[in-house]
């Protein structure tokens, strides 16, 4: 039974719907893009199906006058309060399309990658270090600092511990149009020279020359 959902990355204002089967095992579940009526569709066959698992509040919530017409289809209710798409003024030329999907993902997941890459270079994390994060959990852990909550995880401490120079969310970033580059910001103000071009050599041998910057 598929579901679906919303992807919104944080390197653009698009918004964008996927669908994965959630009857597979975690490992094999496989994210698909789909268009905001395909969504609507897919969101009505998981009500009927599985009312107990979808928005279904809303749903009830309906003022009872329109009562009649509810019992009949959900579509109407749902093709309401299903978000909708939208497409940000760099990808708008794209249009709603499965390029326009693989762009946004690919420039939201080079982000990701490049800071993470940052990280482990100017940190000199090796293979055995990247081992020993993966045998960890991500189950939530609940922490307490100064008094106050924080929710953590096994995989997050251990990477904490290797941040022999910074922790992996102090590398800033921000995205230059035209040509979707990723800048990994300040890093030459406060890093030694080497260690600030050995990490533009990473980057260029795994995404390729101009598509991450370090600055």
Known sequence: MDSVQVCQPDTCTCLVHQAVDTDLPAG??????VTYAEAVEIHVRHFWARPESTNY???????RKSKPGRQKSPKRIIALVQPHPRLCPHHAHLGYSQEMYETVLELNVRKNQARSLAWEVANDINDEDLA?????TDEPILRHRSGRPYVTSEREERRVSLSRVFPPEAVEWEVRHPGEVVVLKYLRDWLPRSQADAIQAACNGRFGVSKVWVS
Do not use: G, K, N
């Open 28 to 33: 094999q579940r496989v994210l698909r893009y």
């Open 57 to 63: 509040r809303i749903w009830w919530s309906v003022p």
């Open 132 to 136: 020993w994060v993966a045998l960890a």
